[in-house]
T-cell receptor, first 110, second 113 residues
Framework: GQSLEQPSEVTAVEGAIVQINCTYQ??????LSWYQQHDGGAPTFLSY????GLEETGRFSSFLSRSDSYGYLLLQELQMKDSASYFC???????????FGSGTQLTVLP | NAGVTQTPKFQVLKTGQSMTLQCAQD?????MSWYRQDPGMGLRLIHY???????DQGEVPNGYNVSRSTTEDFPLRLLSAAPSQTSVYFC????????????FGEGSRLTVL
């Protein structure tokens, strides 16, 4: 089967940098996606890594190491609005379906 | 620019009742899927479809039925609701470009008593 592991909670202060790790065990793996979800809202797409290395999108960056079955999401210059749940998701299979981790609740303190 | 639209947003059912959650997208996406999300857990795939007339099971398909008669619509049917199906349900679609980007609806919160 497919499984992804990520920390359940992370706390940081405004302006800081935080890294959310994700390890996966997935057959037919194509890539790793990251999603943000605010309380009561729908998940929204942040980034996708199909190849090893770092992808940067503004304050957010995502990294993938296929050999280590590991990735992370890096959030810089944290803002209060970044308080949310963050999910990694493995893309796999012929239909490129996504399997999600259990999520990391990020709390940004003033 | 509607994107993915789910109805209803909230529903309360009694055990044994049946109902259909509606999902429609206006982006001409081939791939559509249904997920459920329970407290403290990630999203679990129920069923998915790669195009009209084609559906397949995900991780947790039992108790649910789907069909895909058009590209736009992908309804999820609960055949005989059980309290274990109390959850938030999300419909999602993607154009199949392989970018790992799903577009989600706003969710349907279902309570089964």
């Amino acid at each position: 089967g497919q499984s992804l592991e990520q920390p359940s909670e992370v706390t940081a202060v405004e302006g800081a940098i935080v890294q959310i790790n994700c390890t996966y065990q997935t057959s037919g793996f194509y890539g790793l996606s990251w999603y943000q979800q605010h309380d009561g809202g729908a998940p929204t797409f942040l980034s996708y890594n199909a190849l090893d290395g770092l992808e940067e999108t503004g304050r957010f960056s995502s990294f993938l190491s296929r050999s280590d079955s590991y990735g992370y999401l890096l959030l810089q210059e944290l803002q209060m609005k970044d308080s949310a749940s963050y999910f990694c998701a493995a893309v796999s299979g012929s239909a490129r379906q996504l399997t999600f981790g259990s999520g990391t609740q990020l709390t940004v303190l003033p | 620019n509607a994107g993915v639209t789910q109805t209803p947003k909230f529903q309360v059912l009694k055990t044994g009742q049946s109902m259909t959650l509606q999902c429609a997208q206006d982006m001409n996406h081939e791939y559509m899927s249904w997920y459920r999300q329970d407290p403290g857990m990630g999203l679990r795939l129920i069923h998915y479809s790669v195009g009209a007339g084609i559906t397949d099971q995900g991780e947790v398909p039992n108790g649910y039925n789907v069909s895909r008669s058009t590209t736009e619509d992908f309804p999820l049917r609960l055949l005989s609701a059980a309290p274990s199906q109390t959850s938030v349900y999300f419909c999602a679609s993607t154009g199949g470009s392989g970018t790992g980007e799903l577009f989600f609806g706003e969710g349907s919160r279902l309570t089964v008593l």
